[in-house]
Each structure stands twice: as structure tokens, then as C-alpha cells.
């Protein structure tokens, strides 16, 4: 789930949850001498509340029937807060976590602070090599492995069959079509073709990518976010808002978009798997079937999605390692991921889960898994999540009319080159 990638860089203190967790002395377990694990483990998930999060919880619970001695401690977290909660319950050494919900871009980030057990060589890290490589490469982090990947994820457009069909118009493929597509919606209906998050600039990659763009090069060590396709990206979003084809905000984005299109006041969202439970429970999509998925359109470059996505990670100072670890490799098998794609169509990381009748059947997994297979992966620097933040502050004010494309650019890549000393 992502919502709100940017408030974790955002956010400077966060108050720490008064849960037991890793560190309290009622963690403390062991499956030395008896063979059997016991004590507790807290797990922080951060997925979507009121609905990811009754199945994840309910799943990781469901832990105890094979290790009856071992409590699980389940916290839901919000996306937004959990990256420097985490950092700042790790830093201090208390309150921390047995094990976290770490978004694909966090983990090297918690790594290179020495916050995250590694896991080659234990329990949590089994058959390592049925995992799809694109997940696994986010979870290594200077030839160590530091986490597990749970679910991988990418974006393309939701879209209102009833919408489409009365109007009498076929799915864009292309941002220009998105643009004439929409137009014949507001002209026939009244309503808004396509719903743009302003505040969150995770919904601005795949514009980026469709332009050949880029945030940095971490090969060459070089900000690419204020090249020329960079200044045509930020044109072509601006254009979709000027132009009345998408309406945006500058706040409270996930609310407003998932609202507008559940409530059938927009055509269009771009979104991702993590947002089809949520989206089933709005009133035009209680009959699933209305409920249409398609690429994100392309750019002038090509057609380009983010690869997203969440693993679970061990924190380095957890009194209750053994049971931690099997834990993970619970949450993490093929068996445990076919029932959450089953109940929330996330897409497995397993290669062997794709081969279950649940995640066979699955319609939402059969369009995201070819444009997972194809979607751009970040970079996986420790810096990573701090990229978005001052992308999101230009992005907002571009689509806002506060400042240009140009600016917006420039401005981010001059607070990259800040942030990323050395980089050209």
C-alpha cells in the first residue's frame, strides 16, 4: 500500500507507540534447549486500515497454531508515519519492533543505519531463490540480504466500465488519448475523465518514466531529475490539470481520489494492486466486474510504471530473534501469500505462489504480474526515500500553478545534489 510515500521524509519527531515490543523483556523467547519457540513477537504492518489490515492481522496471528507458545503482537501502522518511527524507536534502543512492514525503498536505508538483522543463512531467508529477481534486489544491501519480500506491486489505471461504456469510449493508451478520452467523458456526463494525486509524488514516476526520465542514475552517480525529460514530465502533468482531463489536490490525495472514483464522480485513477479492496468497497464497484484495470498510458518515451512493493525486515536488536525469523518465513511462503492474494489480490514474490489456484484465478494478479515483470525499479541507495520529499513540495506547486515545470526540476535537483554529497 502507499499512501503518502513523501510524509515519512516530512515528518521530523513522531511520537513512539506505548506497545510492548521487541525490546521489552516480554520478547524474550527462545527454541534453545526445548526445541520449541515461545515468547512474543510485535510485527509493525503497514498496510491499509480497515481493510489490508484485518486479513494481515488475522493471517499473522494464525502463526500461533504452529508455534502455540509464541504470541504475536500485531500493530498497524500508518504508511505515512511508520519509516521514521521506526528510525527513531531503533535509534533509541527501546520500543522497536520484532519485525516491520519496510516499503522496497526503506530496507537500505534501515540497513545502512544498522537497524536490520541479516538474514543470509537464517530461518527467515528460506529457498531464496524462488523469489521474482525484481523483488529480491530491493531487499540486499552491500552483498547482504537484510530483508524478505512480501508482496510486489506496480500502478496502472482503474478505470469505470459503466463510465466507459456508456460513453462509448475505449481505454487510453496514450497520455494524448487520455486527454480526448477524457474531454468525451466531461463533455457526455459531467464528470472528470481522470482523478491525479497532487500530493504524493510516487504518482509522478510513471509520467517520468513514460518520458525516459529518471529521479538519479545511481550508476554514474548523477541527478537526472532536471534533464530535459525531466522538464517535459512536469509539462506533461501540468497539461493533463490545465487542460481539465485530471483534477488534482494538494492534500488529503488518497481520500479524495478514492472517494471521487468510488463514488463514480471521476473515470479514472492511476493506482495499484494494494488499492483493489479498498476500491471494491465503494458503491459503483460493488458488482467487482465494473472494476477495469489497464497500463498506466505512455509517454512520448514509452510506457513506464514504478515498481513498488513491501518486505518484511528483522530489527538488529530484537530479544527474540529465533522466533522473529520463523515468523518471517511464515509471512513470507508460498502458502501465506496465495491466501493474501486470495483475500486482497497483492501480487506474490514467491515464483511457486504463481502456480496456486488462488493466484491463477486472480484477475488483478493476471494484469499486474506482466507490468511488475516490466516496471522500473528504483534506486536501491539509502537515500532513496529521501528523494521524494523535495520532489513532492516542486511536484505540488507545479500542478498548483505556484511554479513552472523548469523551476520544479531545477529545484528538486538542486536539493538532490544537496542531499547526495559528491553527485554530479
Same mark, same amino acid.
Given at each position: ?43 509493525? $504492518?503497514?498496510?491499509? =486500515? ?5 486479513? &494481515?492481522? !488475522?493471517? /499473522?496471528?494464525?502463526? #500461533? %497454531? ?53 538474514? $543470509?543463512?537464517?530461518? =527467515? ?5 524462488? &523469489?521474482? !529477481?525484481? /523483488?529480491?534486489?530491493? #531487499? %540486499? ?284
Amino acid at each position: 500500500m502507499r499512501r503518502g510515500i513523501t510524509a515519512t521524509a516530512l515528518v521530523a519527531t513522531l511520537a513512539l507507540a506505548a506497545t510492548a515490543c521487541g525490546s521489552d523483556d516480554e520478547s524474550g523467547g527462545t527454541s534453545k534447549g526445548s526445541g520449541e519457540l515461545s515468547g512474543t513477537v510485535t510485527w509493525w $504492518d503497514t498496510s491499509t =486500515a480497515g481493510s489490508e489490515d484485518k486479513v &494481515f492481522k !488475522k493471517i /499473522a496471528e494464525d502463526f #500461533t %497454531k504452529q508455534h502455540p507458545k509464541v504470541r504475536v503482537n500485531y500493530v498497524n501502522v500508518p504508511f505515512g508515519d511508520a519509516q521514521n518511527k521506526f528510525k527513531n524507536a531503533a535509534q533509541s534502543g527501546s520500543d522497536a519492533p520484532d519485525v516491520i512492514r519496510s516499503e522496497v525503498a526503506w530496507t537500505p536505508e534501515f540497513a545502512d543505519l544498522g537497524y536490520l538483522a541479516p538474514l $543470509d543463512g537464517t530461518p =527467515a531467508l528460506k529457498k531464496p531463490d524462488d &523469489f521474482l !529477481k525484481q /523483488a529480491a534486489a530491493s #531487499t %540486499k544491501y552491500k552483498n547482504k540480504t537484510y530483508a524478505v519480500p512480501q508482496v510486489i506491486d506496480s500502478m496502472g489505471i482503474f478505470y469505470n466500465k459503466k463510465i466507459f461504456k456508456e460513453v462509448g469510449v475505449e481505454v487510453p493508451k496514450t497520455v494524448e488519448e487520455l486527454k480526448s478520452v477524457a474531454k468525451k467523458i466531461k463533455d457526455k456526463t459531467g464528470k472528470t475523465g481522470m482523478y491525479l494525486r497532487g500530493d504524493d509524488a510516487y504518482w509522478f514516476l510513471s509520467f517520468l518514466y513514460g518520458e525516459g526520465g529518471d529521479m538519479v542514475d545511481a550508476g554514474s552517480s548523477t541527478v537526472t531529475i532536471d534533464n530535459a525529460q525531466g522538464v517535459k514530465a512536469m509539462k506533461v502533468v501540468k497539461d493533463l490539470v490545465d487542460s481539465g482531463a485530471a483534477k488534482t489536490d494538494a492534500t488529503d490525495g488518497w481520500e479524495n481520489m478514492q472517494a471521487s472514483f468510488k463514488d463514480g464522480k471521476v473515470a479514472m485513477i492511476i493506482n495499484g494492486p494494494w488499492a483493489v479492496a479498498d476500491t471494491y468497497a465503494g458503491k459503483e464497484f460493488k458488482d467487482k466486474a465494473n472494476l477495469g484495470v489497464a497500463p498506466v498510458p505512455a509517454g512520448s518515451a514509452g510506457q513506464g510504471a514504478p515498481q513498488g512493493g513491501h518486505n518484511l525486515a528483522v530489527y538488529a536488536g530484537s530479544k527474540n530473534l529465533d522466533a522473529s525469523y520463523a515468523f518471517v518465513e511464515y509471512m513470507t511462503s508460498a502458502e501465506t501469500q496465495a491466501k493474501v492474494t486470495k483475500e486482497l489480490s497483492l501480487l506474490p514474490t514467491r515464483t511457486s505462489a504463481y502456480g496456486m489456484k488462488d493466484v491463477v484465478d486472480n484477475e488483478i494478479v493476471g494484469f499486474f504480474k506482466p507490468v511488475v515483470e516490466t516496471a522500473v525499479e528504483r534506486p536501491w541507495i539509502p537515500e532513496t526515500g529521501s528523494l521524494f520529499a523535495p520532489l513532492v513540495t516542486e511536484y505540488t506547486k507545479v500542478l498548483t500553478g505556484q511554479t513552472t515545470p523548469e523551476k520544479g526540476v531545477k529545484n528538486t535537483g538542486d536539493s538532490y545534489r544537496k542531499l547526495l554529497k559528491g553527485w554530479k
